[in-house]
Structure formats: C-alpha cells, structure tokens
C-alpha cells in the first residue's frame, strides 16, 4: 500500500494528506463521542436509579417493621411510571423477597430472585440491576433490588450520536471541497513542472521551458529549473558540438583509428579503417589486428604491441604492410600507445596513416639517387661506394680489382646531327651493350655524360686490359641507326689497378681518368692502363693539379685580363680594335700564360666558368674606365666549346649588358672552329641569338679543321680568323699561301671579314694586304699587354 501511495501524483498525495487525517479524525470523534456518551449515559442512569431505589426503600421501612407486603408493594408500584424499569424487589432483614413489582407489559422478562444473596448493581448490555440498602435509625430493615432496560434510552443516546458524526462529516467534507482548490493551486505548477520534465525527456527538445504561475516558493522552483534548463542545454549544444568533432576526428579522420585489446583484438574502428580494410565496422569487432597485417611483418607489429605493453608512457611507431580484403597491400605508418582508463581493462590505441605513395616515392627517390635515369645503371655516388668497398676488400684479403673508365668517342657528332634523343637512345642500347659484356659479379655505372665506370672484382691488369679490349671491339662493331642514318661510335677506356696499396677512392678515379685521356690523346678508341712512370699520365696529372689552382683563382680574382691589338690591314682605324686575352698571376706576382692552365680548364669543365669571369670583369672594366668606350671600336671575348652548351650563358651575357650599360655592338665574340662543328646545333642557336642583341661573332683557327667549309654555310658568324700555322709561312711556303688566298676568297664571298693570324712582320702584313685580307693580328702588329696598356695601332705601312 505504501509502494501505491509512493506512486501518486503529488495532486493525490495532497488530497490524500488532507482526507486521511479528516477521515481518521471523524473516527476518533465518533469513537470517543460513542464511548463518553456511552459511559456519560450509564453513569447518569445508575445514580438516578440508585436515587429511585433509595427513595423507595425510604417508603418501605415502615411496610418492613409491620411487615405489611401490601403497602411495600404500593410503594413499589411507583415505578411503573419509570418507562426503563423492568421490575423491583423489596428484601426483609433476613434476605427472603418481601415484595415485588413486576410491570405487566413484561410479564416474562425477569422476575426477582427468592433471596438477596449475590446481588449487586450491574450493567449487563443495556440492562441495569440496582440494589440499594434499606436502613432506620435501628438500622438495616432491609434491601431493594431495582431492575431496569435502558436499550431504548440507548438507542436515542446512539442516534444523537450518530447525528453529531454525521454533522462533523459534513462539515469535514465541506471542508475537503473548500481545500481543494487550495491543493490545486500547488498541484498544479507542480503538474506542469513534472509535464515539461516529462517532454523533456522524451524529446530531448532543451530549448523548453516550464511556466511560472506564482512568486512563490514553486515559482523559485521553476526558476531554478529553467535557470538549470538553460545550463544543460547550453553543455548540451557543446556537448553536440564536441561530439560532432570527434565523430569528425574520429569517423571522417583520414587516418586509420583501432581500438585494440592487448592481443590484437579489434574492440572498435573508424570508418575510414573499415574503409581500408574493405569491412564493416561491426565485421571488424569480431577480427583480429593481425589478420589484416602482411605475413613478413608480423614479427615487426608484435614488436609494436610489445613495446606498447612494456613502455605505456611512450608513443611507439613502425612502418609495415598492411592486408585490405580486396587483396591490396598498402604500407601504413602505425603509431600506437597503451591506453588505460579507469577500473577498465587495459586497450592498444593504434592510428594507421597511408603512406603507399609516399613509400613508393621514397623508394623511386632512393632508386634515382643511386641509379642514372637515362640508362638504368648505377650513377657516380654508387660507383664511388662500390670503389670504396673494393678498396677495404683488397686491403683485407690482398685481392686485386681493375677500375675501368669508359668514355665514348665521336658521340658528340649523333648528339649534335640527331639530337638529344638519338643521343640518349645510343647511351640506353650502349648501356645494355655493355652490361651483357661484363661478368655477373662486376659492377658498371653511369659516371655522367657519355662516361662510365665498371668495376671488375678478382681481376688481374691483364684480365682486365683483355675484357676491356672485348668491351672496345663490341663497341666499335656496333651501329646506331637514327632516322635511316647509321653512325658507328669507339670507347676509349683507362684502367687502374686497386690493390692492399691503393689509396682512396678519389685517387684512383682520377688515375682511371688520367689513363682514359691519355687513351683519347693517343687516337682514341684504345685502352691505356695508368702507370705512376707514364708520362702521359704525369702530364695529366699536372693538368689536374691545375684544377685547384683554376678554382681558387676564380675565387680569389688571381686571373688578370690581357689585350692583343687587331689592326685593319685596307683602311686606318681611328679606333681600338683588340682581343681579350687571360692571365694568371701566381702568389709571386709571377704573369703565367693560357697555354699552362687552358687544357686542364677544357679537360675538367673549368672553362665556362673563367668565361663567365672574362666576361663580368671585361664589361666592368670597359664600364669604369673613363673614356674607354670612346676609343672602343671592337672589343673580342673568347668562349669556349663548353659554354656553346651552356643553356644559362645567354642569360648571364644579357645581364652583364644591362648591369654596365655595354653596347651589344661593340663586343665580338670568338669560338673556335673545331669547338663550333663539335657543338653544332647548340652553336648555331647561340650565335644568332646574340646576333639578334646586336652582337659580332668570329670563327677562330679556321682552317685546322677537317670539313671546314663544309660547315662555314651553316654557321653565322662575322669574321673568320685564318689560322696562324698558315699565315706566319706564306712567304716561303706556297700551299700556305694558297689556303690563306682560298679562305679569304670563300669567307669574303660570304660576306665575312677576314683576320690573319701570326702576322709578324710587315712583309707578310703586305702579303696578306694583297691578298685582300681585312685584318692582321699578332706580335708585329702588336703583342698582348694589359688592358690599360693597350693603345691605337698604326699598321706598318699607314
């Protein structure tokens, strides 16, 4: 019962407080009413029936003394107007029945007993027996025993009762009726308090709010609710938000997310795992981690696990790959860490990224670093590793190796006639020419250019002088076809032995490299095997001791710019008109001339940077010499073969114009015929592109060359500088004479200028004069001194 009243509205637990404590109040009231009056009643009724009897047995005393019945019995037929007495007995001294008065209407109902012995007053239901004792002055005469039936006295005495009851229900009803609005009034607020929880609850709609009806102690209630409504639904919104930005974080994260028990047990993933692994997110829970790692790493994601367990404080990574269900093996960076959270069981956090592409970049990254991306081959940081460790071999179990150096001869004439990409084709099918040629063990690289390397491991000299003859016969027999054109290329290949006495890696290529040139010197396509004796190689080792030298002379500006004087040999020049000649000054102040540093500059790459240098200090040195530019008629600069290939020289020329304000007509520029034919196509764009900015070209040496002419028509160039060797014998030697006459008569023809070299004295400036050469050069006219030295030149017979 208790449980059903817990379960009331607090409308009816209030209805249930007032009714329940009117309702026992009435019962009380009317119990205790009953009983008062009960006792009230009896009580009244024995003192005035004991009154009676006395009175009686007062009347009685003489009708006792004469013993006269008769008159006791007049006495006692008083009573027959009391309505409740039943009967009375009058009783002698000697306790025998005297007199009795029995009312008629009752005949039956009770009659007295023969003596008073026992008797006593008594209630009995609503029967009353009074005995009271008749006494006189002599004393006790007697007793009257006075019987009476107040069950109708009661019944009146109940029914005033139950009138009173009914009066106070009526009034406690009346009551309840005029209370009950009052109850209504707090359970109501509190009703639609309890309905808008209710709502609330079920439709998690935070943005309700209860009504307040009263400023009362319910109104503060329903101001602390809503105030508490508020609060909730503003954490609520955060909490929305916060939730969406872990879903965020955690089912949109690019990254893979497992929760993992410590065995490997999937517990939860993300979407974007499932996605991985090609699997519900309900799939997974019931898989384990392991099932979806490669076979060969295992091993590796057991580690992880372990290290997670064994070092929970710290974040453990390791790259592996990973199983999909479709079958697809992507490599992932797992991190992981051990996870604790409270009284719970211990759990792996395991974040998997997708590193596949950045994998496989790093992996074609690391090929190119040590492969050449033309051939295939292995590049010169990978040879220089594989000598290295040829080296430590030789040193530990005295073996002996051969280095070879290989550099492809005529392969110039395909790059330049075909192109880059004929010249490309040739290097890929040389590549695979050559390595079909080489033992399985020996070891071959791209060093750069149309060069390569090939390490020879176990190999005598001799073996390798006979394997390399081999690799230079399969050379020479093979022919590279181009665009219905054949070409037939050579190598040239030098040979050093590393033993337990070879020094570095360094070293030793260059001594390959020093025997490779000195085959190339010797005709080229042949083999040289490098001797510390040879002096070829002793030459060439000078040459790369000049490397440094050149270097640091850059660096340090030890190079100083020399003048030579052209003269115009038909008409007299009113202006200056010289080439550009280097130096070098050593630590002494000492003058060194080209011849000494060139060759090794050509040979090692050096040159387009001393270019570079005549260039920038020339201009700037016309710029800031006052009035040189006045007297300037044409100043000329030689370049070498190797800047005619250099993309970013034009560029840099351009610049150097702009920065001292130079004009382009006025410098002139010289390459050398042979460096012209081997470089082409390259040239011949060059060339007209510093044409188009206004500049000269001169085609220097010319006539040393073999197809000279040939070439002469494609190249546009200015004047043509006959070489010295035929010049400075014209006097004497009449085929000189004769080729000196034909390339002034072709050149002019062209529309080019002429410039005689080695010109030394005035007859052969007359010579040439008549000849109709246009301009003389050399130490009759004038030798080469510094710039600020140079003056105007008056030939010998102006």
């Given at each position: 019962m208790i449980n059903q009243i817990r379960n009331l509205s607090?409308?009816?637990?209030?209805?249930?407080?007032?009714?329940?404590?009117?309702?026992?109040?009435?019962?009380?009231?009317?119990?205790?009413?009953?009983?008062?009056?009960?006792?009230?009643?009896?009580?009244?009724?024995?003192?005035?029936?004991?009154?009676?009897?006395?009175?009686?047995?007062?009347?009685?005393?003489?009708?006792?003394?004469?013993?006269?019945?008769?008159?006791?019995?007049?006495?006692?037929?008083?009573?027959?107007?009391?309505?409740?007495?039943?009967?009375?007995?009058?009783?002698?001294?000697?306790?025998?029945?005297?007199?009795?008065?029995?009312?008629?209407?009752?005949?039956?109902?009770?009659?007295?007993?023969?003596?008073?012995?026992?008797?006593?007053?008594?209630?009995?239901?609503?029967?009353?027996?009074?005995?009271?004792?008749?006494?006189?002055?002599?004393?006790?005469?007697?007793?009257?025993?006075?019987?009476?039936?107040?069950?109708?006295?009661?019944?009146?005495?109940?029914?005033?009762?139950?009138?009173?009851?009914?009066?106070?229900?009526?009034?406690?009803?009346?009551?309840?009726?005029?209370?009950?609005?009052?109850?209504?009034?707090?359970?109501?607020?509190?009703?639609?308090?309890?309905?808008?929880?209710?709502?609330?609850?079920?439709?998690?709609?935070?943005?309700?709010?209860?009504?307040?009806?009263?400023?009362?102690?319910?109104?503060?209630?329903?101001?602390?609710?809503?105030?508490?409504?508020?609060?909730?639904?503003?954490?609520?919104?955060?909490?929305?938000?916060?939730?969406?930005?872990?879903?965020?974080?955690?089912?949109?994260?690019?990254?893979?997310?497992?929760?993992?028990?410590?065995?490997?047990?999937?517990?939860?993933?993300?979407?974007?795992?499932?996605?991985?692994?090609?699997?519900?997110?309900?799939?997974?829970?019931?898989?384990?981690?392991?099932?979806?790692?490669?076979?060969?790493?295992?091993?590796?994601?057991?580690?992880?696990?372990?290290?997670?367990?064994?070092?929970?404080?710290?974040?453990?990574?390791?790259?592996?790959?990973?199983?999909?269900?479709?079958?697809?093996?992507?490599?992932?960076?797992?991190?992981?860490?051990?996870?604790?959270?409270?009284?719970?069981?211990?759990?792996?956090?395991?974040?998997?990224?997708?590193?596949?592409?950045?994998?496989?970049?790093?992996?074609?990254?690391?090929?190119?670093?040590?492969?050449?991306?033309?051939?295939?081959?292995?590049n010169r940081s990978e040879f220089d590793k594989a000598i290295k460790e040829a080296i430590a071999l030789a040193h530990t179990d005295n073996s002996e190796h051969a280095l070879c150096y290989l550099d492809l001869d005529q392969f110039k004439i395909v790059n330049d006639t075909c192109g880059h990409m004929a010249g490309d084709e040739l290097l890929r099918q040389l590549s695979d020419l050559l390595k079909k040629q080489l033992r399985r063990n020996d070891f071959i690289a791209r060093l750069g250019g149309d060069e390569f390397g090939v390490l020879m491991y176990n190999c005598s000299v001799d073996q390798a002088i006979a394997a390399s003859e081999k690799i230079r016969d399969f050379v020479r027999d093979f022919h590279f076809a181009w665009d219905d054109r054949r070409f037939s290329v050579g190598v040239s290949i030098g040979i050093a032995s590393i033993t337990d006495t070879s020094g570095n890696a360094v070293n030793l290529l260059k001594e390959a490299d020093a025997a490779c040139y000195a085959a190339k010197d010797k005709g080229r396509n042949r083999v040289h095997v490098y001797r510390p004796d040879d002096k070829e190689l002793a030459l060439r080792h000078g040459e790369m001791q000049w490397v440094q030298r050149i270097e640091q002379g850059l660096e340090q500006n030890l190079f100083c710019l020399y003048g030579q004087p052209i003269a115009s040999i038909a008409h007299r020049d009113e202006k200056l008109h010289f080439e550009t000649l280097i130096r070098y000054r050593d630590t002494q102040g000492l003058i060194i001339p080209p011849g000494a540093f060139l060759p090794a500059a050509e040979r090692y790459n050096l040159a387009p940077l001393m270019d570079r240098w005549v260039i920038k200090n020339l201009f700037e040195w016309i710029a800031t010499t006052p009035g040189f530019l006045n007297r300037l008629a044409l100043c000329s600069v030689n370049l070498s073969g190797l800047s005619l290939s250099d993309e970013t020289l034009f560029k840099f020329i351009l610049e150097q114009f702009a920065v001292w304000e130079i004009p382009t007509h006025k410098i002139c520029f010289e390459i050398t015929e042979t460096a012209a034919i081997a470089n082409l196509t390259s040239a011949t764009k060059f060339i007209q592109q510093l044409r188009d900015k206004g500049c000269s070209f001169s085609l220097d040496d010319f006539g040393s060359g073999l197809s000279s002419f040939a070439y002469l028509k494609n190249l546009p160039v200015d004047f043509l500088k006959i070489d010295g060797l035929f010049v400075k014998d014209i006097l004497d030697d009449k085929i000189d004479l004769a080729m000196v006459k034909a390339i002034n008569e072709v050149g002019q023809m062209m529309g080019k200028k002429t410039v005689a070299e080695f010109v030394e004295n005035e007859k052969i400036f007359n010579l040439l004069k008549e000849l109709g050469v246009d301009y003389a050069q050399g130490y009759g006219i004038g030798k080469p001194v510094p710039l600020n030295e140079l003056k105007l030149i008056i030939p010998f017979s102006m």
């Open positions: 607090i409308h009816g637990k209030l209805l249930l407080t007032v009714l329940f404590p009117s309702i026992i109040s009435l019962f009380l009231a009317g119990f205790f009413l009953l009983m008062l009056e009960t006792v009230e009643f009896k009580k009244v009724a024995q003192n005035d029936l004991t009154t009676l009897a006395t009175v009686i047995g007062n009347r009685s005393t003489a009708a006792l003394m004469f013993g006269d019945p008769g008159l006791a019995e007049e006495n006692l037929a008083a009573l027959n107007f009391q309505p409740a007495v039943q009967a009375a007995c009058v009783y002698n001294k000697q306790g025998l029945l005297f007199a009795d008065f029995i009312k008629v209407s009752e005949p039956t109902a009770w009659h007295c007993p023969p003596t008073s012995a026992g008797l006593s007053s008594h209630y009995e239901h609503s029967l009353l027996w009074v005995t009271e004792p008749i006494t006189d002055k002599d004393g006790p005469q007697g007793s009257i025993l006075v019987h009476a039936n107040y069950a109708e006295a009661y019944w009146h005495k109940i029914e005033f009762t139950v009138v009173v009851f009914l009066v106070l229900v009526c009034g406690s009803v009346l009551a309840f009726f005029l209370t009950a609005p009052f109850i209504k009034l707090i359970a109501l607020p509190v009703k639609q308090l309890v309905t808008t929880v209710k709502t609330i609850s079920e439709t998690k709609d935070y943005s309700l709010r209860a009504n307040k009806h009263y400023q009362d102690e319910l109104g503060l209630l329903v101001d602390a609710f809503n105030e508490l409504i508020d609060k909730v639904e503003t954490q609520n919104q955060a909490l929305t938000r916060a939730k969406d930005r872990y879903l965020a974080l955690y089912d949109d994260n690019p990254t893979m997310i497992f929760n993992l028990s410590e065995q490997g047990q999937i517990m939860s993933a993300n979407l974007t795992g499932a996605h991985y692994l090609g699997a519900a997110v309900s799939a997974l829970e019931d898989c384990s981690i392991l099932d979806f790692v490669h076979p060969a790493d295992l091993a590796l994601m057991h580690e992880l696990m372990q290290q997670c367990l064994t070092s929970p404080s710290i974040v453990h990574k390791q790259e592996l790959r990973q199983v999909c269900q479709n079958g697809r093996i992507i490599w992932v960076r797992a991190t992981a860490r051990l996870v604790a959270y409270d009284k719970q069981q211990n759990s792996l956090l395991l974040v998997c990224e997708d590193v596949t592409e950045a994998y496989n970049l790093s992996q074609q990254i690391a090929y190119q670093a040590s492969h050449d991306a033309l051939t295939g081959l292995a």
